[in-house]
């Protein structure tokens, strides 16, 4: 393929995706536009700038049209309806067909936050998803196989690919690294998108990681252009927004307008979003210290704005409001464990049904029954809660802003906690794995985020820690990292080569002056 350039292996069947028409597609995409990606990566740049020079985040001024005129984004898409609740997870062989098979409404099948992009999970997440709308895929282990139900059984596919900030170095486009969000929704669209639509549904995405409105019209113009390329109706795309960083909370309504077209939505990706808030205003000092990331709840009063207001601008404007992830995993071993983990998921997903939401996501398939019954026992027969338009809701900027009212202490538990937390994380994504239970946890990209992101914020503030009155230092966390890694070290299934690469790189990313801005950058940087 001219100007193309595959430097991965071509690994059993990947030349079923790796096709040149294939590859044509994904390079026109990125031909065209590669260029505002990177003028909007450098927009990001200059406003993180401001921000930490003392600016400030509030409503843009030149969009108060947007908000303060009349239009509506176009009307649920076939499949996406009713999505009371949703499944996240990875594009393994296993996942994709437990996803599909777990009652919930719809999959968000994950080649972001979820996912280790090494190039075989990639491809072959890209495998998983045809063979499953094909009705050829099966996984067998331990003595059990694993087969798709009939398809009016199955969830609606949403496929979430990477991030605008984040490139694929094993394709090579005129001699640049493709970029990771173009290739993800490139593959799956060339080969997905006709398969889907004979089905009755249609190729629908999630879209993270997006900063400002002008992201969005950037993907909006993808879409225009890629259905243009295959022939594929306009609108036929259909695209949910996360809202998980801190200045998106201040564009939501000029996001769904960039995409109106293509809209199904925002999200309320609040992992992400709590990281993005330590970020953003990461060097001005304890008016934006969060407390350890444990004791920061939904009630707090900053995030009660951000998915208050979340729901007010969906609803405004005919568009889903899909709330946050239920990390907890049911324990089938511990009863104890069980009952602490369904009853604080049935307490979110009451709050967030409650509010208006029109569904919301969990990880684990033996948490879809819980989240079902609650919103089942708001909407009943609906298909959701568009017509609750929230008009009691004024958020004002100062209340996106709040985070000092947020309750909490910052303790050596919660910091030997983050420390744990990101360094087990750190080795399974190196080794391959982008989801993984930790603690009775689900932990993905964005939760390592928040941990090393409150040790880098608790350093440079001279945080004393409310238990033990010690002040964290980078020689503290140095000594709980070794204290930890021996604990670590005496459980089965310890791999010493990964977690050195793991200690390296959590060092680089906490402890370090510089503060890199995602800390999955530097370790696919690591990754083969």
Same mark, same amino acid.
């Given at each position: ?25 994904? $390079? ?5 536009? %590669? ?7 450098? *927009?990001?740049?200059?406003?993180? $700038? ?31 309806? %009713? ?26 099948? %994950? ?33 059990? !196989?694993? *087969? ?9 596919? *949403? ?14 486009? !005129? ?171 049935? $307490? ?48 004002? $900027? ?22 744990? *937390? ?44 409310? %238990? ?61």
């Amino acid at each position: 393929m001219e100007g193309v350039e595959i430097t991965g292996p071509l690994l059993d069947r990947f030349d079923e995706i790796l096709t040149p028409k294939a590859l044509a597609f994904v $390079a026109t995409l990125h031909r065209e536009f %590669d260029t505002t990606r990177r003028e909007l990566l450098a *927009v990001r740049d200059e406003r993180q $700038a401001r921000l930490s020079a003392g600016g400030t985040l509030d409503f843009l001024p030149e969009t108060r049209q947007v908000r303060e005129s009349e239009w509506r984004v176009a009307p649920p898409a076939p499949g996406l309806e %009713d999505r009371r609740v949703e499944i996240t997870g990875p594009v393994d062989r296993k996942m994709t067909i437990n996803a599909l098979n777990s009652g919930a409404k719809v999959w968000l099948a %994950d080649f972001e936050d979820a996912n280790a992009p090494t190039w075989e999970n990639t491809i072959s997440g890209h495998l998983n998803l045809r063979d499953a709308l094909d009705r050829t895929i099966d996984f067998s282990s331990g003595g059990k !196989d694993y *087969v798709l139900k009939p398809d009016e059984e199955l969830a609606t596919v *949403v496929v979430r690919p990477r991030g605008w900030h984040l490139p694929d170095k094993h394709v090579l486009v !005129d001699g640049s690294e493709i970029s990771g969000s173009l290739l993800d929704f490139g593959l799956y669209f060339f080969h997905c998108a006709r398969r889907q639509l004979d089905k009755g549904r249609g190729p629908y995405f999630y879209l993270p990681k997006m900063e400002s409105h002008l992201e969005a019209r950037l993907w909006n113009d993808v879409f225009v252009r890629a259905q243009e390329l295959l022939g594929v109706p306009h609108g036929t795309i259909r695209a949910t927004v996360l809202i998980e960083t801190y200045p998106a909370a201040f564009e939501m309504e000029e996001i769904l307008y960039e995409l109106r077209d293509h809209s199904a939505g925002l999200n309320a990706g609040r992992w992400d979003y709590l990281f993005s808030v330590i970020k953003k205003f990461r060097t001005r000092g304890r008016e934006f210290l969060l407390p350890e990331r444990n004791s920061v709840t939904m009630t707090a009063p900053f995030m009660r704005a951000y998915t208050e207001l979340l729901v007010r601008s969906c609803h405004k404007r005919g568009a889903h409001a899909i709330g946050g992830m239920a990390a907890f995993i049911p324990s089938r071993r511990d009863p104890e464990v069980n009952k602490v983990a369904l009853e604080k998921v049935r $307490a979110d997903k009451t709050r967030e049904s409650g509010d208006g939401f029109d569904g919301s996501w969990v990880a684990h398939p033996d948490l879809v029954p819980i989240c079902r019954e609650v919103f089942d026992g708001v909407l009943g027969e609906r298909p959701n809660q568009l017509d609750r338009l929230r008009e009691d809701v004024h958020v004002t $900027a100062e209340d996106l802003l709040a985070v000092s009212k947020t309750p909490g202490q910052i303790t050596e538990t919660g910091l030997r906690n983050n420390v744990d *937390v990101a360094l087990r994380y750190l080795a399974a994504w190196m080794g391959g794995l982008g989801a993984v239970a930790i603690h009775n946890l689900m932990e993905d990209a964005a939760t390592a985020e928040i941990s090393r992101s409150q040790i880098w914020q608790w350093i440079h503030n001279d945080i004393e820690l409310a %238990d033990s009155g010690a002040v964290v230092t980078r020689e503290l966390v140095e000594r709980i990292i070794t204290e930890e890694l021996a604990k670590i070290a005496g459980e089965p299934g310890y791999d010493e080569g990964l977690y050195a690469q793991a200690t390296a790189l959590f060092k680089e990313v906490a402890l370090d002056d510089d503060f890199a801005e995602f800390l999955t950058l530097p370790a696919y940087a690591r990754m083969q």
